[in-house]
């Protein structure tokens, strides 16, 4: 059974997440990039679906009953996982995901570090790709295993990936371990096709040489020395995908709003309105260049027909999101279906437009190099507003049972228009300087 949601952190590349619950297991992970297929699933069904937990050994003993510390390593994702037995024993559990160096494969890393006195460790990997769906093939080289898809590549799952030490033919390996003074360290790779051969084998040995880099700044949010906006900001860097800028709303799919119901939708994807909201934080804070990345994947993403403008894309920009459901998971806490894609992709929700449009224009309130591609896309983007917005749409709740008019929307689009001849005014732009903008009444 999955931990309670409050119980997991998140630990990330830029590229993907895992999330770790405090029993030391990680129960989420979609690997190569956010988007992927899981090979750790059992977050939407059982241990069986895939996850890879260490922890203190099970033992009928009081002394295995320990208590839980967690903490992240300054600021950082560096993730620190403190076990401490009845006997006052304690091991450290650390988990990070090294950012991706001149595109090297992705790398999971735990390790083990005896803190004081001895602590019977256990770990037990069970790797599932395709959504916890299938057994991955097992091969033998020298010390380690080799988790394979059979080379079908079906739905998305990770091409290879490889864990330290043995491991099971049916994809699993369990092993029992003290862990006193010094560490132990466990690895994990996702391995891209291009990372095949001896030129992979050569960049997987400089990860294991380079230098640990890990989502962090040593910038901190203005009036918080605390560091709690700090946190905050360093969870929303961990939710871009660094190759392209988009941002994703959540590294996960089919957590469910109501326990035991039916919306649980999937939010690996970049939202137009979620991606703004988080563009305008990373502003406040002085993070310009998320801001930058974010509105140059923007441009990339969204060319082409205003009217063909969507709510949301893929992280490197796709359009075609279609929305299936894996049935061989019975999702958190008993709520089905689990969804992979999302519907929602084809809807109208005009207050977008308004979004974009005002992330547009605080971009360049907050001096970002100025470029003629996005005036011309914003100036589009008006153009076909005037024409729409006064049509219903599924809106910001992204109703299923057809098109209405919501307040919300019409606002979005006044804002729309607002922030267009605030731009004329203040900085000069190409425009007519009496734009009438609608009122956010208007026919509704």
Same mark, same amino acid.
């Given at each position: 059974?999955?931990? *309670?949601?409050?119980?997991?952190?998140?630990?990330?590349?830029?590229?993907?997440?895992?999330?770790? +619950?405090?029993?030391?297991?990680?129960?989420?992970?979609?690997?190569? @990039?956010?988007?992927? $297929?899981?090979?750790?699933?059992?977050?939407?069904?059982?241990?069986?679906?895939?996850?890879?937990?260490?922890?203190?050994?099970?033992?009928?003993?009081?002394?295995?009953? +320990?208590?839980?510390?967690? *903490?992240?390593?300054?600021?950082?994702?560096?993730?620190?996982?403190?076990?401490?037995?009845?006997?006052?024993? =304690?091991?450290?559990?650390?988990?990070?995901?090294?950012?991706?160096? &001149?595109?090297?494969?992705?790398?999971?890393?735990?390790?083990?570090?005896?803190?004081?006195?001895?602590?019977?460790?256990?770990?037990?990997?069970?790797?599932?790709?395709?959504?916890?769906?299938?057994?991955?093939?097992?091969?033998? &080289?020298?010390?380690?295993?080799?988790?394979?898809? @059979?080379?079908?590549?079906?739905?998305?799952?990770?091409?290879?990936?490889?864990?330290? @030490?043995?491991?099971?033919?049916?994809?699993?390996?369990?092993?029992?371990?003290?862990?006193?003074?010094? $560490?132990? *360290?466990?690895?994990?790779?996702?391995?891209?096709? =291009?990372?095949?051969?001896?030129?992979?084998?050569?960049?997987?040995?400089?990860?294991?040489?380079?230098?640990?880099?890990?989502?962090?700044?040593?910038?901190?949010?203005?009036?918080?020395?605390?560091?709690?906006?700090?946190?905050?900001?360093?969870?929303? #860097?961990?939710?871009?995908?660094?190759?392209?800028?988009?941002?994703?709303? $959540?590294?996960?799919?089919?957590?469910?709003?109501?326990?035991? %119901?039916?919306?649980?939708?999937?939010?690996?994807? +970049?939202?137009?309105?979620?991606?703004?909201?988080?563009?305008?934080?990373?502003?406040?804070?002085?993070?310009?260049? &998320?801001?930058?990345?974010?509105?140059?994947?923007?441009?990339?993403?969204?060319?082409?027909?205003? $009217?063909?403008?969507?709510?949301?894309?893929?992280?490197?920009?796709?359009?075609?999101?279609?929305? *299936?459901?894996?049935?061989?998971?019975?999702?958190?806490? %008993?709520?089905?279906?689990?969804?992979? %894609?999302?519907?929602?992709?084809?809807?109208?929700?005009?207050?977008?437009?308004?979004?974009?449009?005002?992330?547009?224009?605080?971009?360049?309130?907050?001096?970002?190099?100025?470029?003629?591609?996005?005036?011309?896309?914003?100036? =589009?983007?008006?153009?076909?507003?005037?024409?729409?917005?006064?049509?219903?749409?599924?809106?910001?709740?992204?109703?299923?049972?057809?098109?209405?008019?919501?307040?919300?929307?019409?606002?979005?689009?006044?804002?729309?228009?607002?922030?267009?001849? #605030?731009?004329? &005014?203040?900085?000069?732009?190409?425009?007519?300087?009496?734009?009438?903008?609608?009122?956010?009444?208007?026919?509704?």
């Amino acid at each position: 059974m999955a931990g *309670r949601i409050e119980d997991y952190a998140l630990i990330g590349d830029c590229e993907t997440a895992a999330l770790v +619950c405090n029993d030391g297991s990680i129960d989420w992970l979609c690997w190569p @990039r956010f988007d992927s $297929a899981a090979c750790f699933a059992a977050l939407l069904g059982n241990a069986n679906n895939g996850r890879w937990q260490i922890a203190p050994a099970v033992a009928s003993s009081s002394r295995y009953q +320990c208590r839980v510390q967690r *903490r992240y390593l300054h600021d950082t994702l560096i993730l620190e996982t403190e076990f401490t037995t009845s006997d006052g024993s =304690a091991a450290v559990l650390i988990d990070f995901m090294p950012l991706r160096q &001149e595109r090297l494969s992705s790398h999971l890393v735990r390790l083990v570090v005896g803190k004081r006195g001895t602590v019977q460790m256990r770990t037990e990997l069970i790797v599932r790709f395709g959504y916890g769906g299938w057994v991955p093939w097992v091969t033998a &080289e020298r010390h380690r295993r080799a988790f394979g898809d @059979r080379g079908t590549g079906r739905d998305g799952a990770p091409h290879a990936g490889r864990a330290s @030490r043995r491991g099971a033919h049916d994809g699993r390996r369990f092993r029992r371990f003290g862990r006193t003074a010094g $560490a132990l *360290r466990l690895n994990l790779w996702a391995i891209a096709p =291009a990372d095949s051969g001896a030129g992979g084998r050569r960049r997987r040995a400089a990860v294991d040489k380079g230098v640990l880099a890990v989502v962090g700044s040593s910038r901190r949010a203005a009036g918080h020395p605390n560091g709690i906006v700090t946190r905050s900001l360093i969870t929303l #860097k961990a939710l871009t995908y660094a190759p392209t800028g988009g941002i994703v709303a $959540a590294p996960t799919t089919s957590l469910p709003e109501r326990l035991g %119901g039916e919306r649980n939708w999937d939010y690996r994807f +970049c939202w137009l309105r979620d991606a703004t909201l988080t563009l305008l934080a990373l502003m406040n804070a002085g993070y310009y260049d &998320e801001a930058q990345a974010w509105r140059d994947w923007l441009l990339r993403a969204a060319a082409g027909s205003p $009217a063909e403008l969507q709510i949301m894309y893929g992280i490197a920009g796709e359009r075609w999101l279609a929305e *299936r459901e894996v049935p061989w998971l019975s999702g958190y806490e %008993g709520s089905k279906p689990v969804r992979i %894609g999302n519907a929602a992709a084809d809807q109208l929700q005009l207050d977008v437009y308004g979004e974009v449009i005002d992330a547009l224009h605080h971009a360049r309130v907050g001096g970002l190099q100025r470029l003629d591609a996005a005036l011309d896309f914003g100036l =589009a983007l008006l153009a076909h507003l005037e024409t729409v917005w006064r049509n219903p749409d599924e809106g910001l709740w992204e109703v299923r049972g057809g098109r209405r008019h919501f307040t919300y929307s019409k606002v979005m689009a006044w804002v729309a228009f607002d922030r267009a001849i #605030k731009d004329v &005014e203040m900085f000069g732009l190409d425009g007519p300087d009496r734009t009438m903008a609608p009122h956010p009444r208007g026919n509704s």
